[in-house]
């Protein structure tokens, strides 16, 4: 489904909301989005994004993720309270925003795991949305840059080490983005 309306502060960027998927969620999942969604002041969406992505971005690292018991165990758990949610008639209709090339990477994860994407997204929620509801004073705390870092873009460090005049090792960080600068709002 292609999105007719883009957000007001995407208007004239190069970034556009390219698709929407429709994902079945438990109502208790759906208030817990919807909860820190309103206390972080940020979208719905966004809360999703953020727990979708992490969890595309392990699986597309180097090593990828395998289906360890505790992920198995979470899979699990997951499809168990979607089939109690169905069951029971309490099953929320979630729209997650996709910009770009977001929808490959997230089938692509899908596909390496062997699940559909809407059970990936579960999965990931399951995972990781309770990160977001940690307190400031946690060492897990999500702060406001790293959302939005990455919800909407995915950036990616690298340490790279060099070797200076002196006996010491010269640290530093580089920032790599799979994006153009100008392209950034």
């Known amino acids: 489904m292609k999105c007719m309306r883009q957000p007001r502060f995407l208007l004239g ?15 208790e999942q759906w ?12 979208t719905f969406s ?6 979708v992505l992490r969890l595309a971005s392990k699986t597309a690292s180097k090593t990828g993720i395998e289906w360890t018991p ?4 979470v899979h699990d758990k997951a499809k168990l309270r979607i089939s109690i949610a169905r069951a029971e008639g309490q099953v929320h209709r979630h729209m997650l925003c996709l ?8 089938r692509v994860a899908a596909m390496d795991l062997g699940i559909t994407m809407s059970a990936f997204i579960r999965l990931a929620l399951q995972l990781y949305l309770h990160l977001l509801a940690m307190e400031k004073h946690s060492k897990w705390y999500v702060t406001d840059a ?6 909407i873009r995915l950036v990616e460090q690298m340490t790279i080490f060099a070797a200076k005049a002196g006996p010491f090792p010269l640290l530093h960080e580089l920032h790599s983005w799979h994006w153009e600068l100008e392209s950034y709002w």
């Open 146 to 151: 790293h959302l939005v870092e990455n919800s």
């Open 31 to 42: 208030r817990a989005i919807v909860k820190l969604a309103r206390a972080r002041g940020w």
């Open 13 to 27: 960027k190069g970034v556009q909301i390219t698709n929407l998927i429709e994902v079945h969620l438990p109502a």
């Open 70 to 73: 505790r992920l198995r165990e």
């Open 99 to 106: 910009y770009g090339d977001d929808e490959k990477l997230i």
């Open 46 to 51: 966004m809360m999703t994004r953020f727990c």
